[in-house]
């Protein structure tokens, strides 16, 4: 007999005890439905009925001509838009469950500060979080910018070239400012040894969400002019709150300097290695770029100068040098250096961040509601100053092992599935699958946290949000200077993107709901923030599970060896390891994608940059024929009958189709296609059902409907 538990009230087997967690439903159901219990079961039934008619004999729109659209209609008509979610501008269930997430967060903090338990740390976290609530005054805001200011025009003072290397040292000192200046650095693992932190040197993050507006080319003249009326217009603001009038500064000047550092990108008078590897010893990067590395390492704060950089665009480096040595101390440099600094410490003072939204936010994204107002800014600082005790206090929480140890099943099925699709592949010589199957075999995944959490430090802020900030940027890139020749073992590094709009978490932070591949250690991350439902939910059928966790684990395991990640070896190390036939091979099948996207897309009358999402279309295709295989072994492994096979399948497609349910609002589409490296959910599902044999086959799919496309390559 088998031996057996009891668990949350339940008898089940100890085989089944640890994934299957069953929970009653009906009285609470009954409960909540009073008023439809009341009807009669006939009536109840020809309810359902008829909405189940409605759904088919809808023939405006049919699942061999738009799957996406079949399945989400009546999602997409009913969807309504929470007051506390407007500032979202892409509703789906990512953005959804982490907006549920932040506010968990926030009820963690609030819960440990009403503790009777005092301690350094507790007072620490009280001070920053009570400045996070409040944010800065103009006052505050203008005293740190003067002091900012003083600083640029202390080292501009004399035209001494020393000085320009101390100026764009002190500028890379806090990451909230560094990537956008001319010259950003870094400490990041080698690509080429990725077991070491190396420094790294490269281009700066241009400020618009449309680069084309840079381009003074006689197109979208309009447009273009329009465009530069309004970021003229919030560049002045910002310059007008934060110095006060009579500032003299040109909005223009800022908007050129701009143009001429985008210029230097396309500049070609050095010949580059071809993965983008450059390594420049300090000497050749004095006597061949005209760039004083010691004295830009002096200002930043290294005790021992190291004695090389890595960089991915020699080019860049040279010509973005000259440049800086001829034009440095203008006014116009000036302008722009002080800009830099300004336009992201203003997001932390109430009277800016509402001007930064109506550009950056409203005018530029389309966003209706400026995030702030939901009360959730401060959460970003806050788990970049307090990253351990949010991980911990979130994983104590909310870490369930029955959704844990479904997802380790999960993933090693679906590994074992795309190893096998390696083996099986016809199209790449032996020795590259080979070393794709290696890759596979010897990739790390890593499930609800860093397995090492550094220790929150303890500073001493103040009631000033913005001094706070400065404080923390301060330690963290201190402790970043450490890192240069450290071993990447075991070293936990909360990041965050500051240039996108909301800011995002883009770490190893616990509470993140997402997932990601990282090629330089050939890992798959999983946070426990997306170890949830709607993503995992144990209860419900292999099917749904599978086209939300088993797709995303299997589109994450896809960027190993799509256009990007291939270029990386098993041990997360920089290596061609592709023959020359197979790149070209690959190629082929690159442009067939390409084309497909760009066909579907133009039957809705929308143009962009498909290029830009090619790796994750790829990884869309490849994702979904995973799962599609793991879910054909499973029915032949249990033997189900076929009509069962037939419903598992339109069940899992449906499923795939419904998780990718994505609102956006119009005015926010010409961002979403210009900023987010996925393509529109629509084209997220048909496109790589379209390449599925077997969907094909289930839905009738022909050469007369649009979800045809003229094979069903689905890459590996």
């Known amino acids: 007999m088998t031996k057996q538990t009891r668990k949350r009230g339940i008898v089940v087997d100890n ?29 109840r039934h020809n309810k359902l009925i008829t909405k189940i008619n409605a759904f088919y004999n809808n023939t405006n729109i049919k699942p061999e001509n738009d799957f996406y659209n079949w399945v989400n209609k009546d999602w997409l008509k009913s969807f309504k838009v929470s007051s506390k979610t407007e500032y979202i501008v892409e509703y789906d269930d990512f953005r959804l469950v982490q907006d549920k997430v932040y506010r968990q967060l926030f009820e963690i903090i609030e819960t440990y500060l009403k503790t009777p338990k005092r301690s350094d740390f507790k007072n620490c976290l009280n001070t920053f979080y009570k400045s996070s609530k409040t944010f800065s005054t103009v006052d505050e805001l203008r005293n740190v910018v003067q002091n900012k200011i003083i600083q640029i025009d202390g080292l501009m003072s004399d035209k001494d070239n020393f000085n320009l290397w101390k100026l764009l040292g002190k500028c890379n ?29 490269n281009g700066p993050l241009l400020y618009l969400v449309d680069s084309s507006v840079y381009f003074d080319d006689g197109t979208n003249v309009k447009y273009k002019a329009n465009y530069r009326k309004h970021y003229y217009k919030y560049v002045r603001e910002l310059f007008d709150i934060s110095l006060g009038k009579g500032h003299n500064l040109d909005p223009r000047d800022v908007f050129q300097v701009q143009v001429k550092l985008f210029n230097a990108f396309g500049c070609m008078t050095e010949k580059e290695e071809p993965d983008q590897y450059n390594k420049i010893t300090k000497e050749d990067a004095l006597s061949k770029y005209q760039f004083d590395w010691e004295e830009f390492c002096k200002a930043l704060g290294f005790t021992k100068v190291p004695d090389w950089f890595i960089t991915n ?47 950056r936010g409203k005018f530029e994204r389309g966003e209706i509601q400026n995030y702030g107002s939901q ?15 949010l991980s911990n206090q979130y994983i104590a929480k909310y870490k369930n092992d029955d959704n844990i140890n479904y997802l380790r099943i999960l993933v090693e099925d679906l590994k074992q599935v795309y190893v096998r699709i390696i083996h099986n592949n016809t199209w790449l010589s032996q020795k ?11 990739m790390n995944i890593l499930i609800g946290s860093p397995r090492v959490l550094r ?20 330690w963290k890139f201190k402790q970043l200077l450490l890192l240069n020749g450290a071993s990447t073992h075991n070293v936990d590094i909360p990041s965050m993107d500051w240039n996108t709009y909301p800011p995002k978490f ?47 684990l299997g589109h994450e395991m896809s960027h190993s060896l799509d256009d990007f990640g291939s270029k990386y070896d098993h041990t997360g190390r920089l290596y061609d390891w592709w ?24 039957r809705d009358g929308i143009i962009y940059d498909v290029e830009y999402s090619l790796g994750e279309d790829m990884a869309d295709i490849s994702g979904l024929e995973i799962c599609t295989e793991y879910l054909a072994n499973l029915h032949t492994y249990k033997m189900t009958t076929m009509p069962i096979r037939d419903l598992s399948f339109q069940q899992f497609f449906i499923m795939y189709a419904y998780q990718m349910r994505q609102k956006i609002f119009k005015k926010a589409l010409s961002a979403n296609l210009k900023t987010n490296p996925h393509p529109i959910d629509k084209y997220r599902t048909n496109i790589p059902l379209s390449r599925s044999l077997i969907f094909r086959k289930i839905f009738n799919i022909t050469d007369k409907n649009k979800m045809w496309w003229h094979n069903t390559d689905t890459i590996w």
Do not use: M
């Open 173 to 201: 000192q806090s990451e909230l400012n560094s990537y956008g200046f001319p010259l950003v650095f870094n400490i990041l693992p080698d690509d080429k040894e990725p077991s070491i932190f190396r420094p790294t040197l």
């Open 313 to 359: 665009n020699v080019n860049y480096l040279k010509c973005c040098t000259a440049l800086l040595l001829k034009e440095w101390n203008t006014p116009a440099f000036r302008t722009y250096f002080i800009f830099n600094y300004i336009r992201q410490i203003s997001i932390f003072c109430k009277k800016t961040r509402e001007v930064i939204f109506q550009f």
């Open 375 to 389: 009360g959730i800014d401060g959460i970003f600082a806050l788990g970049l100053a307090f990253n351990t005790f």
């Open 432 to 442: 590259t699958k080979n070393i794709a199957a290696l890759k596979l075999n010897k």
């Open 506 to 552: 883009t770490g190893t932070q616990a509470y993140v709901v997402n997932a990601s591949y990282t090629p330089s250690n050939n890992s798959i991350y999983v946070p426990l923030g997306y170890i949830q439902k709607p993503f995992i939910d144990i209860a419900n059928s292999i099917e749904h599970n599978l086209a939300y966790t088993g797709f995303t």
């Open 15 to 43: 085989a089944v005890a640890s994934i299957f967690p069953i929970k009653p439903f009906e009285k609470q159901f009954e409960k909540q439905n009073k008023s439809w219990f009341n009807k009669s079961r006939k009536k």
């Open 455 to 474: 220790k929150d430090p303890v500073l001493p802020y103040t009631s000033n949000f913005i001094e706070n900030l400065s404080i923390v940027f301060h």
């Open 579 to 602: 023959k020359k036939e197979d790149n070209a091979r690959f190629k082929r099948k690159q442009n067939d994608v390409l084309e497909q996207y760009k066909t579907f897309a133009k």
